[in-house]
């Protein structure tokens, strides 16, 4: 999708400006809430173990991040 750009839509942004209030609200109530987070251990170099893990079907409402230190 790189270079596509959309149109404006004024519909659009009046939506969201109603929205976002309301998504605030249900976050602050606990009524929704984030996908835990699970830190796969290893860097970059770990991807294709969190991978498989996914393809696995290991993966249920959470979301795999993977740390990236700079070791200079």
Request: proline residues 3%; aromatic residues 6%.
């Amino acid at each position: 999708m790189r270079g596509t750009s959309f149109a404006r839509s004024e519909e659009d942004r009046t939506h969201m400006a109603a929205f976002l209030p309301k998504l605030t609200e249900l976050i602050r109530r606990g009524e929704i809430r984030p996908n835990r987070i699970k830190v796969w251990e290893g860097g970059l170099g770990a991807v294709a173990d969190g991978l498989e893990y996914m393809r696995a079907g290991k993966v249920s409402g959470e979301k795999i991040v993977y740390k990236v230190v700079d070791t200079m």
